[in-house]
């Protein structure tokens, strides 16, 4: 009994386990350190593939996968840099802080085998490598359907991890400051005007202020405002940029402002209609009135057809433009 106890104490497999040990820690206290200094670790080919790829790992990484060089002319990579600091920093200065989850950046310039190795054409994208095993489909964040907002990328990490993430934001107040200056302006005009406010009676003041609210909230302005989608989408293998999102589950903000400005216009075209019905001016102007409210509602309703179906696929119906 006493052999086969000194046997196994030091059989090969005894001091391997305890390199493996030896190896792990040293990983996660360069991770450690690493964290201390920035809450976003910096990883190029070499790193990922000695701390992501490698054994022994305990410990689950989020990588973000940007392109931040200005020749790459990535806005949107810019942008979600930033929300990624904000949800690094909350999770590394949070009182619950471990060594269970690490949060690191591949640069396409600094890492391009890295991409080639997971086969990316695009950036910015997410993926999270569990502490065991590959990254499955899940593992992969939706960016397109859900936004890059710190508050939806620490949901998507609590659910992958089991971490969960308070994101606490710098101060901006900008809104509130914004919100003041233009009661302030209402309330010097109003204050001004104090003897003559007939204008608060006036219908097309009303109307107006009316039709650009519904023209804002028909656009997907709260939708932007509660995902926080990415302005627009640029390949970074092909420098490709998209402003109209292929998918009817999301947009960008850009598509947003596209669809706003057609849907003006159209109403714009609808209200030189009806004043070239129901005005008393000549009729060589509201002939020129009726030409150009045709044509705005024609060209434009077409090109808001077209936007539809380039999301909905396989939409049957076109007008002018297919």
Same mark, same amino acid.
């Given at each position: ?8 104490? !030091?059989?090969?497999? /005894? ?21 201390? /200094?920035?809450?976003?670790? /910096?990883?190029?080919?070499? #790193? $990922?593939? /000695?701390? @992501?790829?490698? &054994? ?13 060089? &200005? ?29 269970? @989850? ?27 490598? &569990? +502490?065991?095993?590959?990254? #499955? ?10 936004? $890059? +907002? +710190? ?15 308070? @994101? ?20 010097? !005009? ?6 003559? !406010? ?31 989608? &990415? ?60 030409? +150009? ?11 808001? !057809? ?17």
């Amino acid at each position: 009994g006493w052999y086969k106890t000194l046997t196994s104490l !030091l059989s090969p497999s /005894r001091p391997c386990s305890l390199r493996g040990g030896t190896l792990l820690s040293e990983k996660v206290g360069q991770l450690m350190d690493w964290t201390g /200094r920035r809450a976003v670790i /910096r990883m190029n080919g070499e #790193k $990922f593939r /000695r701390f @992501v790829k490698a &054994p022994p790992r305990n410990y689950s990484v989020v990588i973000m996968f940007t392109a931040l060089q &200005p020749q790459r002319q990535c806005g949107v990579c810019k942008q979600a840099d930033d929300e990624y600091q904000i949800l690094a920093n909350s999770w590394r200065y949070s009182t619950a802080f471990t060594n269970k @989850v690490f949060f690191a950046t591949v640069d396409f310039d600094e890492g391009s085998d890295v991409f080639q190795m997971l086969n990316m054409n695009s950036a910015p994208s997410f993926i999270h490598f &569990p +502490a065991k095993g590959k990254p #499955k489909k899940s593992d992969s964040y939706e960016l397109q359907v859900r936004g $890059f +907002a +710190a508050e939806q990328l620490a949901r998507w990490v609590g659910d992958r991890t089991d971490v969960q993430i308070r @994101v606490i934001r710098p101060p901006n107040y900008a809104g509130p400051l914004m919100l003041g200056f233009l009661l302030a302006v209402i309330g010097g !005009l109003a204050y001004l005007r104090r003897n003559n !406010l007939e204008f608060l009676y006036n219908k097309n003041v009303w109307a107006f202020s009316a039709l650009c609210f519904c023209l804002i909230m028909t656009s997907g302005q709260m939708w932007n405002h509660i995902r926080g989608p &990415p302005y627009a989408h640029k390949n970074p293998t092909t420098g490709q940029v998209s402003y109209i999102h292929g998918s009817s589950q999301a947009q960008f903000v850009a598509e947003t402002h596209i669809v706003l400005l057609f849907n003006s216009a159209v109403t714009m075209g609808m209200v030189l209609l009806h004043e070239a019905a129901t005005s008393d001016m000549d009729i060589g102007k509201r002939k020129i009135m009726c030409v +150009a409210g045709i044509g705005l509602v024609m060209l434009f309703f077409s090109w808001l !057809l077209s936007i539809f179906r380039a999301k909905y696929h396989g939409y049957p119906y076109s007008f002018l433009l297919s």
